[in-house]
C-alpha cells in the first residue's frame, strides 16, 4: 500500500469514507463528544505515520492529547441524489503522512439534512471497520444527543490489534500455489494497453440480476452443490477466461483475517489472497466448481501469510506496475447494502461514495439476498470504458443463464455472449445482396453492355487518348483472339507485366473473354522474382509493353499488348461470346510468403462482381465520374480504381507513378480531369496533401492499406474530403469493409462494417467466436474470399475454414475487434507481417531470402518507428565464419536482386550472433530497441560527417538533399541513401528535389542501380536520367499497335 503511494503519488485509491445523511439538523457537539469517544476508544485512529524517504515510520498519539479533526461547514450545493459527488473533494484531500491522523471528520448543513463524513486512509480501515464504527456513531450519538451518559462498554480503550507473523506452513502453502505462476497471463483481450504513467483512475457500474438469473442462480446452486459465493466466483473465473485470461488464473479474493475472539476489530485487517485456479476449455462447469472450491477453502486456512509477503514468493518481477498476484478481483456480501436506519430518532441514509479510483483492472462486488442479485463492476478507467464494462456485466448473467442449461458442458464451448453482442454482429453480418438481372452479373458483362449502349462514352482516358467503350472492346477481342492462337484456354493463367494504359486494360478484357485468369507482374520487380512468378502460377503467356529478361522461362510466349482501334466499327455489337461462371478464377495474385515463398490467391469473378456492384452504390458512381487509376497494377488495390468505373460505366484516367508522391502532378490532374473519387494510401495522403488540400472538397478519398493517422483524417475532413477509411486483405479482394469517416473523429478509426454478402467475424486462438470489443483474429467469409492458394494445400488447410453460418472464410492474420457500433477496429498483426507505407511485407520472407547469401548464419528483420509513416525496415545478420568483409554491402545488392522495392531493407547491421530470448528464440525486442538507440545515436552525432570533404558541387549538393531527407548527418559522398535509412517513396522525394535543383529527371531505378551522392553526379552529368518511364502516353504514336 505505502509502495502504491509512492508510485502514484497524486493518487487518492487508498482514501475510503463512511457518511450517512439525517432528516433534519445533526447536534454539533454531540457529534464532537461522540468521534472524540470513537477516537479515544480506538488506538488505530489515533495511530500516525512519518515519511522518510522510501520508509514509513508508525506512532501512536496518546489519548488525552488526541484532537478530534472535525470540520463543520455548509455542505455541497446539490440535491440528494449528487451528495455524493460533492462530498468526493472532501473525502480525495490526500493525507499526509507527517504525523498526522489518517481520518477527518466533516459536518455538513445541507437543505435536505446534515451530512456527516469521515474519511480514512486505507492502512487504517476497511469496509468491516466501517461497519463496526456505523453501529457505535449509532449507540453513542443516540445517548449524546439527549443528554445521557455514554454506554460503558464503549468507553473501553481497544489496543491495535497486531497480525502475527506468518507461519512456515502458510508461507509453503503460498509458495507451492504460486510455483510457475506466470502474472503476464492475466490480462484480457478487452480494453486498452497498460498505462506507462498510471493514476489508477476508475469508475464503476451496478447492474442487478433478472430474477429470472436470480431462480437460475439458486438451482445451480443446489446443483453444483457449493456455496453461493463460489458459484458466481467460478462464473467470473469462466467470464475472465472467456476474455482471454489464464487458462492459469488468479483473482482476487479479500478475505478478513480478524481474530476469532475479535471479529469486529477496527483498522485494515484484510488480505486480498490470490486464487490460482486453471480454467481449462475442457472442464464442465460443476468440475470448475469443486476446483474453486477447494482452492478458497485451501487459502482460507492460509489467509494470515500477508499479502506482501505472498506477493514476495513470485519467482520473478511482473512485467508491469500492477498487482503481480491478481489484476482482477472478486468480492460476495451475504446481503445487500443497508438503505435506512435510524438514529436518534431520525431517519438516517448512508451515503456511499466512490472515490473515483481503481487498484485492479477489474473488480465485481456482488451483493446478494433472497430475492436480489446486485453486481457491481468496479473498472480502471485506464484500461476500460462504461461500455466494456456494461458488457462484462450483461455476458456476466448470459454465463450464468448458459451454464445452468448444462453443467457438464466444457467451458470452452460456451459463446459468452449478451443480447447485445448477438444483436450487433448479426446486424452487421446481415450484409445479403442477390444479384440478378437486369444489372451485369460481371464486369466484363458491364463493359460489354457500355460498348453497346453507350459506345462513344470515354472508358480509358490516358493523357490526350480517350478511348472509347466501343474500341476498349474491340481491343479486348484482339486480346482474345491472340490468346486462343497461342494455345491459351478456359482455367490458364496469362501474366501482364506492362505499365498502367488502355492496352492493359484491353488485355484483361481478352484474358477474360478467353476464360482464363490473368497474373499481374510488376514489370519493375527483380528478374528472378518475375521468373518465380511466372513459373509458380504456370503463365501460359505473358502480355508486356518491354522487353522483360525472364530467366529460366524463355520459351514462354510474350504478347504484344492488344492495339487500340482508331475508330469504332459501325456494325452493330455482337452477343458477349462466353458467359463467365461467377466461381471462375479471374487473376492470381501474389503476397509474400512466411517461408520465404510468395504465395498466389486465386481470386473468382464473384470476388470482383461484389465488390464492383457494392462499391459503385457506395461511392455513387454514375458514368459521368472520372477515376484516377495511381495505383500499381500488381498492387491489388487497383481493383476499386480499375472496376468500379467499368462496371458504372465511367471513366478511368490513368494517372503517372509521379501522381503517388508528387502533389504538383497530382493538383493538376484533378483539375485537369475533375475526378469525384480518389483513391491512395496514408503514406500518399500525407506526401501529396499541401498541394491538393484545397482541391479536394466534395471529393471522395478512399484510403486504406495501413493505419490511418488520425491527424491525417481530421485534416481531410477539414477540407472538405468525404473520407472512407476501408479494409481487406488480398485474399478478399481489396476492400472488404466501407468506413466513412465522422465529421466528429475522435481519437480512433473504424475501418467500417462489412460490404455486402461479406460476413466478417473475431476468433480467439482456441478457435472461439469473440463477443464485441474482444480483441482476437479477424475472419472474413462470403464473396470476397478467394478460391485458395494456388498449389499449397497445406497453406489452404490453416488459412481457410468452414463456419457453420457463414460458409468458408479465411483467418486473415490482423488482429480486431467489434465496436459497439457494428464497425471493426484493427490492431496490428497477429504474426510478423507488416504493412510498411502501404505494402503489405512478411518479415520471415526477408529473413529466409537473405539466409540464401552464403555470408548469412542467421537474419531477423524489424521495424523501427510509425510503420504508418516514415518507419525503417532493419536487417540485422549473423555472419557465417567465411563471410569476409563488406557483408552489408553485398547484402544490399543481393536484396535488391531478389525482393520487392518496397521489402528492401534500409540499414544492414551485423552482429556476432543474434540476441535469442528465454525461449530460444530470435528476441526481435531486443533488436529493435537496438536499432531505436543506434538510430537515436546517429542523429545525435551531428558532428560526424563521413566522406564529404569533396570539391564536387555537385556531389556536395547531393549530399545536402540526402541530409535533408534523412535526417541525419552522416552522410558522404558514397553513403548508400537506402541502407542510410530512405526507402522508395522517400526516395521518390529526393528525385522531386533533384530535378528541382539540376532539372535532370532522375528515374527511382537508376536511384537503386546507384544510391549514392557520387554515382547520382555522374548521372547528371550524363543526362541518363531522362525520366522517360513516365505514363503520360506514347512518344511519337497515340493511337498504334506495339509488336512484340
Same mark, same amino acid.
Given at each position: 500500500m505505502w509502495l502504491l503511494e509512492r508510485l502514484v503519488p497524486d493518487s487518492t485509491a487508498n482514501n475510503l469514507s463512511l457518511a450517512f445523511q439525517v432528516e433534519g439538523a445533526l447536534d454539533g457537539p454531540a457529534i464532537r463528544r461522540t468521534l472524540s469517544i470513537l477516537f479515544r476508544r480506538y488506538e488505530v485512529l489515533r495511530t500516525v505515520y512519518f515519511a522518510n524517504g522510501a520508509e514509513l515510520r508508525k506512532g501512536v498519539v496518546p489519548a488525552d492529547e488526541f484532537d478530534v479533526p472535525l470540520e463543520e461547514s455548509d455542505g455541497p450545493d446539490v440535491p440528494s441524489d449528487a451528495v455524493a459527488d460533492g462530498l468526493l473533494p472532501f473525502v480525495n484531500r490526500r493525507f499526509a503522512f507527517d504525523g498526522r491522523p489518517l481520518v477527518r471528520a466533516g459536518l455538513f448543513h445541507h437543505a435536505d439534512g446534515d451530512i456527516l463524513c469521515l474519511a480514512f486512509h486505507h492502512l487504517d480501515y476497511d469496509i468491516i471497520s466501517g461497519t463496526t464504527l456505523l453501529e457505535e456513531i449509532i449507540a453513542l450519538y443516540g445517548e449524546l444527543a439527549v443528554g445521557r451518559e455514554a454506554p460503558a462498554a464503549l468507553l473501553e480503550p481497544v489496543p491495535a490489534f497486531h497480525e502475527p507473523e506468518p507461519d512456515a506452513a502458510g508461507v509453503e502453502f503460498w509458495r507451492g500455489q504460486l510455483e510457475g505462476f506466470d502474472p503476464d497471463g492475466l490480462d484480457l483481450w478487452c480494453g486498452a494497453a497498460d498505462a506507462a504513467d498510471p493514476t489508477l483512475k476508475g469508475d464503476q457500474l451496478v447492474r442487478t440480476l433478472s430474477p429470472e438469473a436470480r431462480t437460475v442462480l439458486r438451482t445451480l446452486q443446489r446443483e453444483v452443490r457449493a456455496p453461493e459465493a463460489v458459484v458466481l466466483l467460478?462464473?467470473?473465473?469462466?467470464?475472465?477466461?472467456?476474455?482471454?485470461?489464464?487458462?492459469?488464473?488468479?483473482?482476487?479474493?479479500?478475505?478478513?483475517?480478524?481474530?476469532?475472539?475479535?471479529?469486529?476489530?477496527?483498522?485494515?485487517?484484510?488480505?486480498?489472497?490470490?486464487?490460482?485456479?486453471?480454467?481449462?476449455?475442457?472442464?464442465?462447469?460443476?468440475?470448475?466448481?469443486?476446483?474453486?472450491?477447494?482452492?478458497?477453502?485451501?487459502?482460507?486456512?492460509?489467509?494470515?501469510?500477508?499479502?506482501?509477503?505472498?506477493?514476495?514468493?513470485?519467482?520473478?518481477?511482473?512485467?508491469?506496475?500492477?498487482?503481480?498476484?491478481?489484476?482482477?478481483?472478486?468480492?460476495?456480501?451475504?446481503?445487500?447494502?443497508?438503505?435506512?436506519?435510524?438514529?436518534?430518532?431520525?431517519?438516517?441514509?448512508?451515503?456511499?461514495?466512490?472515490?473515483?479510483?481503481?487498484?485492479?483492472?477489474?473488480?465485481?462486488?456482488?451483493?446478494?439476498?433472497?430475492?436480489?442479485?446486485?453486481?457491481?463492476?468496479?473498472?480502471? @478507467?485506464?484500461?476500460?470504458?462504461?461500455?466494456?464494462? +456494461? *458488457?462484462?456485466? %450483461?455476458?456476466?448473467? $448470459?454465463?450464468?443463464? &448458459? =451454464? /445452468?442449461?448444462?453443467?457438464?458442458?466444457?467451458?470452452?464451448?460456451?459463446?459468452?455472449?449478451?443480447?447485445?453482442?448477438?444483436?450487433?454482429?448479426?446486424?452487421?453480418?446481415?450484409?445479403?445482396?442477390?444479384? @440478378?438481372?437486369?444489372?451485369?452479373?460481371?464486369?466484363? +458483362? *458491364?463493359?460489354? %453492355?457500355?460498348?453497346? $449502349?453507350?459506345?462513344? &462514352? =470515354? /472508358?480509358?482516358?490516358?493523357?490526350?487518348?480517350?478511348?472509347?467503350?466501343?474500341?476498349?472492346?474491340?481491343?479486348?477481342?484482339?486480346?482474345?483472339?491472340?490468346?486462343?492462337?497461342?494455345?491459351?484456354?478456359?482455367?490458364?493463367?496469362?501474366?501482364?507485366a506492362a505499365s498502367r494504359s488502355p492496352e492493359l486494360t484491353a488485355a484483361v478484357l481478352g484474358v477474360w473473354l478467353t476464360g482464363a485468369a490473368y497474373l499481374p507482374v510488376d514489370p519493375e520487380h527483380p528478374a528472378q522474382r518475375v521468373a518465380y512468378l511466372l513459373a509458380d502460377s504456370g503463365a501460359r503467356a505473358v502480355f508486356t509493353d518491354r522487353e522483360?529478361?525472364?530467366?529460366?522461362?524463355?520459351?514462354?510466349?510474350?504478347?504484344?499488348?492488344?492495339?487500340?482501334?482508331?475508330?469504332?466499327?459501325?456494325?452493330?455489337?455482337?452477343?458477349?461470346?462466353?458467359?463467365?461462371?461467377?466461381?471462375?478464377?479471374?487473376?492470381?495474385?501474389?503476397?509474400?510468403?512466411?517461408?520465404?515463398?510468395?504465395?498466389?490467391?486465386?481470386?473468382?469473378?464473384?470476388?470482383?462482381?461484389?465488390?464492383?456492384?457494392?462499391?459503385?452504390?457506395?461511392?455513387?458512381?454514375?458514368?459521368?465520374?472520372?477515376?484516377?487509376?495511381?495505383?500499381?497494377?500488381?498492387?491489388?488495390?487497383?481493383?476499386?480504381?480499375?472496376?468500379?468505373?467499368?462496371?458504372?460505366?465511367?471513366?478511368?484516367?490513368?494517372?503517372?507513378?509521379?501522381?503517388?508522391?508528387?502533389?504538383?502532378?497530382?493538383?493538376?490532374?484533378?483539375?485537369?480531369?475533375?475526378?469525384?473519387?480518389?483513391?491512395?494510401?496514408?503514406?500518399?495522403?500525407?506526401?501529396?496533401?499541401?498541394?491538393?488540400?484545397?482541391?479536394?472538397?466534395?471529393?471522395?478519398?478512399?484510403?486504406?492499406?495501413?493505419?490511418?493517422p488520425v491527424v491525417l483524417a481530421k485534416r481531410l475532413l477539414a477540407v472538405g474530403a468525404e473520407v472512407v477509411n476501408a479494409y481487406g486483405p488480398t485474399e478478399t479482394i481489396t476492400w472488404c469493409t466501407w468506413g466513412v469517416v465522422p465529421d466528429d473523429l475522435g481519437d480512433r478509426i473504424s475501418v467500417g462494417g462489412p460490404i455486402q454478402n461479406i460476413r466478417m467475424f473475431v476468433l480467439a486462438p482456441d478457435g472461439r467466436e469473440l463477443p464485441v470489443g474482444v480483441r482476437g483474429e479477424v475472419c472474413i467469409a462470403g464473396d470476397g474470399v478467394c478460391l485458395g492458394y494456388l498449389g499449397?494445400?497445406?497453406?489452404?488447410?490453416?488459412?481457410?475454414?468452414?463456419?457453420?453460418?457463414?460458409?468458408?472464410?479465411?483467418?486473415?492474420?490482423?488482429?480486431?475487434?467489434?465496436?459497439?457500433?457494428?464497425?471493426?477496429?484493427?490492431?496490428?498483426?497477429?504474426?510478423?507481417?507488416?504493412?510498411?507505407?502501404?505494402?503489405?511485407?512478411?518479415?520471415?520472407?526477408?529473413?529466409?531470402?537473405?539466409?540464401?547469401?552464403?555470408?548469412?548464419?542467421?537474419?531477423?528483420?524489424?521495424?523501427?518507428?510509425?510503420?504508418?509513416?516514415?518507419?525503417?525496415?532493419?536487417?540485422?545478420?549473423?555472419?557465417?565464419?567465411?563471410?569476409?568483409?563488406?557483408?552489408?554491402?553485398?547484402?544490399?545488392?543481393?536484396?535488391?536482386?531478389?525482393?520487392?522495392?518496397?521489402?528492401?531493407?534500409?540499414?544492414?547491421?551485423?552482429?556476432?550472433?543474434?540476441?535469442?530470448?528465454?525461449?530460444?528464440?530470435?528476441?526481435?525486442?531486443?533488436?529493435?530497441?537496438?536499432?531505436?538507440?543506434?538510430?537515436?545515436?546517429?542523429?545525435?552525432?551531428?558532428?560526424?560527417?563521413?566522406?564529404?570533404?569533396?570539391?564536387?558541387?555537385?556531389?556536395?549538393?547531393?549530399i545536402g538533399l540526402w541530409r535533408d531527407l534523412l535526417g541525419h548527418d552522416d552522410v558522404g559522398a558514397d553513403s548508400n541513401f537506402f541502407t542510410s535509412g530512405g526507402h522508395s517513396l522517400l526516395g521518390a522525394k529526393l528525385l522531386q528535389r533533384i530535378e528541382e535543383e539540376y532539372g535532370v529527371a532522375v528515374k527511382l531505378a537508376d536511384l537503386f542501380g546507384s544510391p549514392t551522392p557520387a554515382a547520382i553526379a555522374e548521372i547528371l552529368r550524363s543526362g541518363a536520367g531522362d525520366g522517360t518511364d513516365s505514363q503520360d502516353g506514347e512518344a511519337g504514336d497515340t493511337e498504334g499497335a506495339r509488336t512484340a
Open positions: 467460478t462464473l467470473f473465473d469462466v467470464l475472465l477466461a472467456a476474455h482471454g485470461a489464464g487458462p492459469d488464473l488468479s483473482v482476487g479474493s479479500p478475505v478478513s483475517v480478524r481474530p476469532p475472539e475479535a471479529p469486529r476489530t477496527v483498522g485494515h485487517h484484510t488480505n486480498v489472497l490470490p486464487l490460482r485456479v486453471r480454467v481449462a476449455p475442457e472442464d464442465g462447469f460443476r468440475t470448475l466448481v469443486r476446483r474453486v472450491r477447494d482452492t478458497y477453502f485451501g487459502a482460507l486456512a492460509h489467509a494470515a501469510v500477508p499479502e506482501d509477503t505472498i506477493a514476495g514468493l513470485l519467482p520473478r518481477a511482473g512485467s508491469t506496475w500492477r498487482n503481480r498476484l491478481a489484476r482482477h478481483l472478486f468480492n460476495y456480501f451475504p446481503q445487500l447494502e443497508l438503505t435506512h436506519f435510524e438514529i436518534a430518532g431520525r431517519s438516517a441514509r448512508p451515503i456511499v461514495i466512490e472515490n473515483g479510483y481503481s487498484k485492479y483492472d477489474l473488480e465485481f462486488f456482488v451483493a446478494s439476498s433472497p430475492d436480489v442479485v446486485q453486481v457491481t463492476a468496479r473498472y480502471s @478507467s485506464e484500461k476500460f470504458g462504461p461500455a466494456d464494462a +456494461e *458488457a462484462l456485466l %450483461r455476458r456476466y448473467e $448470459a454465463l450464468l443463464l &448458459a =451454464v /445452468a442449461e448444462d453443467v457438464e458442458r466444457p467451458v470452452g464451448e460456451l459463446l459468452v455472449w449478451s443480447e447485445q453482442d448477438h444483436a450487433v454482429i448479426d446486424t452487421a453480418n446481415d450484409t445479403a445482396v442477390v444479384h @440478378s438481372p437486369p444489372g451485369p452479373a460481371n464486369v466484363l +458483362e *458491364a463493359v460489354h %453492355r457500355h460498348a453497346g $449502349a453507350t459506345p462513344d &462514352a =470515354v /472508358a480509358v482516358q490516358h493523357g490526350d487518348r480517350e478511348i472509347g467503350y466501343r474500341r476498349l472492346w474491340e481491343a479486348g477481342l484482339a486480346a482474345h483472339a491472340t490468346l486462343a492462337a497461342s494455345g491459351v484456354g478456359p482455367g490458364d493463367v496469362v501474366a501482364i522483360l529478361p525472364l530467366p529460366g522461362a524463355a520459351e514462354l510466349p510474350r504478347l504484344s499488348l492488344p492495339a487500340i482501334p482508331g475508330t469504332a466499327p459501325q456494325e452493330p455489337l455482337a452477343a458477349l461470346p462466353i458467359r463467365i461462371d461467377p466461381e471462375s478464377p479471374a487473376y492470381l495474385i501474389y503476397t509474400s510468403g512466411s517461408s520465404g515463398r510468395p504465395k498466389g490467391a486465386l481470386l473468382p469473378h464473384r470476388a470482383i462482381s461484389n465488390i464492383a456492384s457494392d462499391y459503385t452504390v457506395r461511392l455513387r458512381a454514375t458514368p459521368q465520374d472520372a477515376t484516377l487509376w495511381m495505383t500499381t497494377f500488381a498492387f491489388d488495390m487497383a481493383n476499386l480504381e480499375h472496376y468500379v468505373p467499368l462496371y458504372s460505366g465511367g471513366r478511368i484516367v490513368v494517372a503517372p507513378d509521379e501522381a503517388r508522391t508528387d502533389g504538383k502532378v497530382l493538383r493538376e490532374l484533378i483539375d485537369r480531369y475533375a475526378p469525384r473519387i480518389l483513391q491512395a494510401t496514408p503514406t500518399t495522403l500525407r506526401m501529396v496533401y499541401e498541394d491538393v488540400a484545397d482541391r479536394l472538397a466534395g471529393r471522395v478519398v478512399v484510403t486504406g492499406a495501413e493505419p490511418v499449397r494445400p497445406e497453406l489452404n488447410a490453416e488459412r481457410f475454414g468452414e463456419h457453420p453460418r457463414y460458409g468458408r472464410f479465411y483467418r486473415s492474420g490482423d488482429l480486431g475487434q467489434w465496436l459497439p457500433d457494428g464497425t471493426f477496429e484493427l490492431l496490428g498483426r497477429a504474426d510478423r507481417q507488416v504493412k510498411l507505407r502501404g505494402n503489405r511485407i512478411e518479415l520471415g520472407e526477408i529473413e529466409a531470402t537473405l539466409l540464401g547469401h552464403p555470408g548469412v548464419k542467421g537474419a531477423a528483420a524489424v521495424v523501427v518507428g510509425d510503420r504508418s509513416a516514415d518507419g525503417r525496415l532493419v536487417v540485422f545478420v549473423e555472419a557465417a565464419a567465411d563471410a569476409g568483409e563488406g557483408l552489408a554491402d553485398s547484402l544490399w545488392d543481393f536484396a535488391r536482386a531478389e525482393l520487392p522495392r518496397a521489402a528492401v531493407p534500409q540499414e544492414f547491421t551485423v552482429l556476432d550472433a543474434l540476441p535469442v530470448n528465454a525461449n530460444e528464440k530470435v528476441d526481435h525486442l531486443a533488436l529493435e530497441a537496438l536499432a531505436t538507440s543506434a538510430g537515436a545515436a546517429r542523429s545525435a552525432e551531428e558532428s560526424v560527417v563521413t566522406g564529404d570533404e569533396t570539391a564536387d558541387p555537385v556531389v556536395r549538393g547531393l
